[in-house]
Structures are given as structure tokens and as C-alpha cells.
């Protein structure tokens, strides 16, 4: 199995910049992906960006390209979002996913999911 644990999550104001963390433990794969996405009450699920862990390559949402950025930390199996010049439509339940394999934009090509760390940007 696979454990992702996020933090980072909290309450700003637009213009701001926050840094969201996702660290994974447990079992191992030899090619994987994380990813980030979001979700608001009453909608769906919604794809953020992804990184492939062995070739470092990411794909964003058009909603957050230029504002957005994830990188990760190998050493520390961590993956991180740093998000600037917030929007108040930039609030949601963030949550970290995995998958073994190539980058899925689709949330039922990942089996893996943390628990989700609130983001709320007040206008």
C-alpha cells in the first residue's frame, strides 16, 4: 500500500502565495506519478498538475499554468505545490495522488489519494 500524507493547506488572501506538501510511504513502484487536484462542494474533482517522478516531466491545468508550480524532492519521496497570486476560485480541498506509470489527468487513473488539506483564499 501506498500512504500520501499533505500539509501546507490554510487560509489567505488573494495575491498570496502558499506552498502545499505531499509526502508518500510505503510501497515502491518503478515508474510512478504524482499529482495535485482539487475539488469544491458540490463539484467534481478536478485535475491541477502532475509530475512524473522518473522523468520530472509535469502537466498543468490551463486554470493554474504560470501561477502554479510542483516540483519534488526525491530524497524525501516529496512533492510540492507552490501556488502564487492566489484567487479566491483557487479555494478548495487540495489532495495529493499517485499512480504507477505514465501522467493521468483523470481522477480514477489514480488509486492513491492522501486525505486532502483545505486551501482558502478570501478576496
Known amino acids: 500500500q501506498v500512504q500520501l500524507v499533505e500539509s501546507g493547506g490554510g487560509l489567505v488572501q488573494a495575491g498570496d502565495s502558499l506552498r502545499l506538501s505531499c509526502t508518500a510511504s510505503?510501497?515502491?513502484?518503478?515508474?510512478?506519478?504524482m499529482g495535485w487536484f482539487r475539488q469544491t462542494p458540490g463539484k467534481e474533482r478536478e485535475f491541477v498538475v502532475a509530475?512524473?517522478?522518473?522523468?520530472?516531466?509535469?502537466y498543468y491545468a490551463d486554470s493554474v499554468e504560470g501561477r502554479f508550480t510542483i516540483s519534488k524532492d526525491n530524497a524525501k519521496n516529496t512533492m510540492y505545490l507552490q501556488m502564487n497570486s492566489l484567487k479566491p476560485e483557487d479555494t478548495a480541498v487540495y489532495y495529493c495522488?499517485?499512480?504507477?506509470?505514465?501522467?493521468?489527468?483523470?481522477?480514477?487513473?489514480?488509486?492513491?489519494w492522501g486525505q486532502g488539506t483545505q486551501v482558502t483564499v478570501s478576496s
Open positions: 495522488a499517485l499512480r504507477s506509470f505514465g501522467v493521468a489527468r483523470t481522477v480514477s487513473n489514480y488509486p492513491y
Open positions: 510505503g510501497r515502491t513502484f518503478s515508474s510512478y506519478t
Open positions: 509530475i512524473n517522478w522518473n522523468s520530472g516531466r509535469t
